[in-house]
């Protein structure tokens, strides 16, 4: 197990090295004005000092080098040109992170506790009135744009709990009334998602032998759909788990910007535009790191959930 | 001569494949006595498995009994107050064909009739512990938690014959080997304690060594825990070893029915003569193996007369118009065939068949 873990630890960081790397590349093919607001007024000779001056006028090599270097040896992400001049990118993103971690977890939790429940009564009554009721209730969430449906609720959701259209500033932070809309508009999609699988594995499920021994047995309807169905159809239905958190981290961007909660969300649209190369490498490197643990704990719990599945042999592949 | 646990009447099934009816079972009547074991044998499809759904209510969803009973003797009268319930000069008795809801069921299923179902590679939860399995059952027809579900556990891994049973406890089914697990499925029955065990082909899927394992295991788990089974079955050979009676069916009926010697040397029906004659133990060297011509009637129409006639190269006329009623050959034994008729034209059975017979005579004699 540990040496699994060691294995697989190591392997992501290849991965995250490997993303970084193409994202530093990437940020550095952008025009040069976008360096600097008032380019056309500015002296070749400026323009030259304001380049030396982030590094930029070194071969990309030698930049990529030292960037690495920084950040292995110092944990150093840079320093933050444009957005806030001078300051440090740690320090800008420290006070964020929290919040949108925040946001994140709760919106997994809320997806998990409607979605799980949501799909496991659509297949306990298959065919019945609330099948047809989630169905419904899932291809609306799939067909409308997330956009019009966040819209939406923030439109109606903050009449409805008679609370401001802006929020979450410093003084809401701690009201949970605050977060209701957001997280329900972050979630939705998961909990659609959820239902909808965990439906389809289910049903699956029910028509197995081992379902037909457990009716043999005498156990009752209820009984095999919590402790034997459940549980088998939840294997499979991990691997979306971190796929669908990344989704969410996503999602967030537009969502933070909705409700001004000062997360990292809507911050990496903001600095790509700004062409604050060190605030977009961070910011990567922070959500490809959410995908690479997401990834890892999914892998983690599947072996945690199914006896089948042993660690030495999934070690080959990812 | 033991009271019967089980009587099975003019039993019909029908299921409904895309708007048409399939008749698959076409009036059964079957007694089964007390702590007997009694094997149904038929080919493929005559309606073995169906006919034993429905004694625990596990009929498929598109299947349906127009007519019938199935009076189960085994409790009593504990469930006077249900539909269904009465008595006869055998004792009280429910009908289960009765039971409208699912939870009736619960009454039934496995603490009074159980079944080794077909594949024992699947049958098991894959994500369950052995001992987890098998003390579900304990705890749900016995209420066992604990120390005390565990040590039982432990002893039934043992009447099973599984060694090093503590250790087997905490493994999971893809860990044993197929025969393992056939055994972990009859460890699961024999918790839930039942009065009637129903194993459907229970030892197809395994290899020859170890099929004869489990049928004696099952021989003695029937002495041990006072079992009824019913063992269904295509193979005539594995009959002799484990049944005091055999039902021969066909195309969703019984044709013949008697000792397990009255079936092996004195068989009646032509049906049962084709079985027997297939048999490659029987065969001599070298002599190509026997094998029945055509296919089964299609269930879908109406079988006129006896269902085995087009397949009977010498079948009678009155075969095709009309179905012959039981004739009996001994209190014992009852076969449905004109040619027990006293009317009908005498008829010699195959070689076989006859090769059979004074074997069996032989048999009596040093017997
Ligand atoms: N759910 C169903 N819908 C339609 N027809 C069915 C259904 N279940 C069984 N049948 C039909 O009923 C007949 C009897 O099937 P059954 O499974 O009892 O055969 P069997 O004697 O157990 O055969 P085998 O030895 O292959 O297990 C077959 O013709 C089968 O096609
Ligand atoms: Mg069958």
Redesign the interface.
């Known amino acids: 197990m540990g040496s699994y873990i060691a294995k697989r630890l190591l392997r992501s960081v290849l991965t995250l090295v490997i993303i970084l790397t193409i994202v530093f590349i990437l940020v550095r093919q952008m025009p040069l004005e976008g360096y600097f607001p008032n380019f056309e007024k500015m002296t070749p000779e400026q323009i030259k000092n304001g380049l030396h001056s982030m590094g930029l006028d070194q071969p990309l090599p030698v930049q990529l080098y030292h960037f690495f270097r920084d950040l292995i040896t110092k944990g150093d992400l840079g320093t933050s040109r444009i957005y806030r001049q001078n300051v440090p990118v740690a320090e800008i993103l420290a006070p964020k992170i929290p919040v949108s971690v925040r946001l994140g977890t709760m919106s997994l939790i809320v997806s998990l506790l409607l979605g799980l429940p949501m799909g496991t009564l659509m297949a306990k009554y298959k065919g019945k009135f609330f099948d047809h009721f989630g169905t419904g209730v899932i291809v609306l969430i799939e067909a409308v744009p997330a956009a019009v449906y966040y819209l939406f609720i923030q439109f109606y959701g903050t009449e409805a709990l008679g609370i401001g259209m802006t929020m979450l500033g410093d003084k809401d932070f701690n009201n949970w009334q605050y977060w209701i809309l957001p997280v329900l508009s972050m979630s939705l999609g998961n909990i659609a998602y959820y239902a909808m699988w965990l439906r389809r594995y289910m049903v699956d499920e029910s028509t197995?032998?081992?379902v037909?021994?457990?009716?043999?047995?005498?156990?009752?309807?209820g009984r095999i759909m919590f402790?034997?169905i459940f549980?088998?159809a939840f294997?499979p239905m991990v691997q979306y788990i971190p796929t669908s958190f990344l989704n969410t981290v996503i999602g967030s961007i537009y969502i933070e910007s909705l409700y001004s909660i000062p997360g990292m969300g809507g911050l990496l649209v903001d600095v790509i535009k700004k062409q604050d190369n060190a605030m977009v490498q961070a910011i990567v490197l922070l959500f490809a790191c959410v995908g690479v643990i997401g990834l890892l704990l999914g892998d983690l719990m599947m072996v945690a959930?199914?006896?089948?599945i042993s660690l030495a042999k999934k070690g080959g592949d990812k | 001569m033991s009271k019967n646990i089980l009587s099975v009447r003019n039993l019909h099934v029908k299921f409904v494949l895309r708007g048409r009816e399939l008749h698959a079972l076409r009036g059964i009547n079957l007694d089964v006595r007390d702590g007997e074991s009694i094997a149904i044998v038929g080919e493929s499809g005559s309606g073995k498995s169906v006919l034993n759904k429905n004694f625990?209510g596990?009929l498929d969803q598109n299947g349906f009994i127009p007519e019938g009973e199935i009076r189960y003797y085994g409790m009593g009268d504990k469930l006077r107050h249900y539909p269904g319930a009465g008595s006869d000069d055998n004792g009280s008795y429910i009908d289960l064909t009765a039971f409208k809801k699912?939870?009736d069921w619960?009454r039934i299923?496995?603490?009074e009739i159980?079944?080794i179902?077909q594949?024992p590679m699947?049958?098991?939860?894959?994500?369950?512990t052995i001992g987890w399995q098998i003390s579900?059952?304990l705890l749900?027809?016995k209420g066992m938690r604990g120390k005390m579900a565990y040590e039982e556990t432990i002893r039934i891994l043992e009447d099973v014959r599984i060694d090093d049973p503590r250790r087997r406890y905490k493994q999971?089914p893809?860990e044993l080997s197929g025969g393992m697990r056939q055994r972990v499925?009859i460890a699961?029955?024999i918790a839930?304690s039942p009065r009637i065990l129903i194993c459907d082909e229970p030892t197809t899927a395994l290899d020859v060594t170890i099929q004869a394992q489990v049928l004696s295991l099952l021989h003695d788990l029937k002495e041990r825990y006072h079992l009824t089974i019913i063992f269904i079955t295509h193979d005539l050979g594995v009959v002799a070893n484990i049944a005091d009676r055999v039902a021969v069916m066909y195309a969703g009926d019984i044709v013949e029915l008697g000792l397990v010697d009255e079936i092996f040397f004195d068989p009646r029906h032509p049906y049962t003569w084709a079985l027997l004659s297939s048999l490659p133990q029987l065969g001599m060297r070298g002599e190509e193996l026997y094998a029945i011509r055509g296919t089964p009637p299609n269930l879908f129409k109406e079988v006129q007369g006896d269902a085995f006639a087009a397949r009977n190269p010498r079948a009678l006329e009155i075969d095709k118009r009309e179905l012959p009623p039981y004739f009996e050959v001994s209190p014992t034994h009852y076969a449905r065939t004109w040619l027990l008729d006293p009317r009908a034209p005498k008829m010699d059975p195959p070689a076989v068949i006859q090769k059979l017979k004074e074997l069996g005579k032989e048999e009596t004699h040093h017997g």
């Open positions: 197995k032998d081992y037909l021994l457990a009716r043999i047995k005498g156990a009752g309807e402790r034997h549980r088998n294997v959930l199914d006896p089948r | 625990i596990l699912k939870e619960l299923r496995g603490s159980c079944m179902p594949d699947t049958s098991l939860n894959p994500l369950k579900e059952a749900l027809h999971y893809h499925v699961i029955a839930c």
